[in-house]
């Protein structure tokens, strides 16, 4: 079992930036994916990006593409999300998640160990 707790989330003004991280405690952190989700009030979990085993992958989702960086320190057993160029429809609690599996990594449902998660609030 891994433990995952995230911070760095924040109020931000439009175009700033956050950098969230996510510390796993437990089992060995290098073995296992990492996903970052959303959710806004009144919306589902979404999916906002996955990272591979090592880093050697990474998905985005569309939304975020280009402004948001999903990285890993397995030394650490750190995850980061870099979110440049907020806008006001990133306001949502983020969380990290974990896996053993890099299969469907889209789904929130594939992901076994999950953070509390922190609040991003981006002001227009």
């Known amino acids: 079992q891994v433990h995952l707790v995230e911070s760095g989330g924040g109020l931000v003004q439009a175009g700033g930036s956050l950098r969230l991280s996510c510390v796993a405690s437990?089992?060995?952190?290098?073995?296992?994916?990492m996903g970052w989700f959303r959710q806004a009030p009144g919306k589902e979990r979404e999916f906002v990006t996955a990272i591979s085993w090592g880093g050697e992958e990474v998905y985005y989702a569309d939304s975020v593409k280009g402004r948001f960086t999903a990285s890993r320190d397995n030394a650490k057993s750190t995850g980061y999300l870099q979110m440049n160029s907020l806008k006001p429809e990133d306001t949502a609690v983020y969380y990290c998640a974990a896996d053993h599996k890099f299969e469907d990594y889209l789904d929130y449902s594939n992901y076994e160990f999950w953070g509390q998660g922190t609040q991003v609030t981006v002001s227009s």
């Open positions: 437990g089992r060995t952190f290098s073995r296992y994916v």
